[in-house]
């Protein structure tokens, strides 16, 4: 069964601060998907990035980074030098692929509270 | 800015009420989806559209009827709704590619919806 799991409800940081949303997930495929995921209080869920099962290598972009270890089923996200308009809830998502589409398993989303 | 694009923003309707949400994409993405948010929770999986054919059905009560016109859209026809139902309905679109589970699933900023 596929499972993804923020334990993270919400997180409050102060402007420049650095911060890290945990996503640890379960899955039985060998071949498999991740995805983060933002959404500003407008409702709009915004795609950040996506990291397949065979790359281990960080990511970075800009003040966002991405650690995925497979050892650890875990799959963090880093924001270096957070803002304010970083506030929003992130959902870390896996995807499983179904004839020829994707079924989404989301995490339970962290809320992140960035003053200034 | 988003590529699938929602309408209206928001809806307030009576139980007795009909109405329907509008979802359009121009990626020429050939997967359709609508899913429903309540608050502080994930996005849920309604219904999944793959070449202008229902693919999956959460089992979603009956009040709410799906429809894809063509590839570009979808729509969700909503009648003798329940306050209950009162959430955000997030449309999303992605490509389809059998046998891959990357494909990144990109949303509307979603459709506001009250059942007063």
């Known amino acids: 069964a596929q499972k993804v799991t923020q334990a993270q409800t919400e997180i409050s940081v102060v402007e420049k601060e650095d911060v890290t949303l945990d996503c640890v997930y379960e899955t039985r495929d060998t071949t498999y998907y991740l995805f983060w995921y933002k959404q500003p209080p407008s409702g709009e869920l915004v795609f950040l990035i996506r990291r397949n099962s065979f790359d281990e290598q960080n990511e970075i972009s800009g003040r966002y980074s991405w650690n995925f270890q497979k050892s650890t089923s875990s799959f963090n996200f880093t924001i270096t030098a957070s803002q304010v308009v970083d506030s929003a809830v992130y959902f870390c998502?896996?995807?499983?692929?179904?004839?020829?589409?994707?079924?989404?398993?989301f995490g339970s989303g962290t809320k992140l509270n960035v003053k200034p | 800015d988003t590529e699938v694009t929602q309408t209206p923003k928001h809806l307030v309707m009576g139980m007795t009420n009909k109405k329907s949400l509008k979802c359009e994409q121009h990626m020429g993405h050939r997967a359709m989806y609508w899913y429903k948010q309540k608050a502080k929770k994930p996005p849920e999986l309604m219904f999944v559209?793959?070449?202008?054919?229902?693919?999956i059905n959460e089992s979603v009560p009956s009040r709410f009827s799906p429809e894809c016109p063509n590839s570009s859209l979808l729509n969700l026809h909503l009648h003798a709704l329940q306050p209950e139902d009162s959430a955000l309905y997030l449309c999303a679109s992605s490509q389809t590619h059998s046998g891959m589970a990357g494909n990144t699933i990109y949303f509307g900023e979603g459709s506001w919806l009250t059942v007063v």
């Open positions: 998502a896996l995807s499983e692929v179904l004839d020829n589409f994707n079924k989404f398993y």
């Open positions: 559209y793959s070449y202008e054919k229902l693919s």
